[in-house]
């Protein structure tokens, strides 16, 4: 079956600093990637995504490139802020299965001033 | 636009007892789902709707856990009896559409507490 691994956290960063979080996958079909993100208190929101290989995801300076070849989905932001501090979750949707969304762990992060 | 709204947003209940959970997902949505968020893992689905009708609950524990969604629009969520390792957050979300074209909205979760 399809499955989603995240490093796990949490990941304490000084502000400014450089965020990778890593994620691999395990899928039947030709999934769609997601990182979805959590912030104190609030619902999961979309942070990005991505449809097809080699297709790259952005957001609010957050990236992530499909990486069919090393079943990845890294998600990167090169400078960080406090408001970054979150939970954040890697995962996949696909057709095969039903289009129905598979999570990983998720990750904490948590950026210090 | 108002978001996928959820009640209560805390429970705590003793085991062999039930519970209900409420969802009102963002108008015009075709598409709902359940999903339980065990601390320290990510979410897993429970149950889909289309519309009013079932599509995906294959991972939802149909001896104790029954879903409704009548006319198409709110929807609750049933344990019945409730077992400790119930304890979790439950998410509702919505989309416009079943396909992975369509973003899921998340409403904020109702954790519950077995004791």
């Known amino acids: 079956g399809n499955s989603v691994t995240q490093m796990e956290g949490p990941v304490t960063l000084s502000e400014e600093a450089f965020l990778t979080i890593n994620c691999t996958y395990t899928?039947?079909?030709?999934?769609?990637l997601f990182w979805y993100v959590q912030y104190p208190g609030e619902g999961l929101q979309l942070l990005l995504k991505a449809t097809k290989a080699d297709d790259k995801g952005s957001n609010k300076d957050f990236e992530a490139t499909y990486r069919k070849e090393t079943t990845s989905f890294h998600l990167e932001k090169g400078s960080v802020q406090v408001s970054d501090s979150a939970v954040y979750f890697c995962a996949l949707s696909d057709k095969a299965a039903g289009n129905k969304l598979t999570f990983g762990g998720g990750t904490r992060v948590l950026v210090k001033p | 636009e108002a978001g996928v709204a959820q009640s209560p947003r805390y429970k705590i209940i003793e085991k062999r007892q039930s519970v209900a959970f409420w969802c009102n997902p963002i108008s015009g949505h075709a598409t709902l789902y359940w999903y339980q968020q065990i601390l320290g893992q990510g979410p897993k689905l429970l149950i889909q709707?289309?519309?009013?009708?079932?599509?995906?609950d294959s991972q939802l524990p149909k001896d104790r856990f029954s879903a409704e969604r009548l006319k198409g629009v709110d929807s609750t969520l049933k344990i019945q009896p409730a077992k400790l390792e119930d304890s979790a957050v439950y998410l509702c979300?919505?989309?416009?559409?079943?396909?992975?074209?369509?973003?899921?909205?998340f409403g904020p979760g109702t954790r519950l507490t077995v004791t």
């Open positions: 899928a039947t079909g030709y999934p769609s």
């Open positions: 709707f289309q519309n009013n009708g079932v599509v995906d």
């Open positions: 979300a919505s989309s416009l559409a079943g396909s992975f074209n369509y973003e899921q909205y």
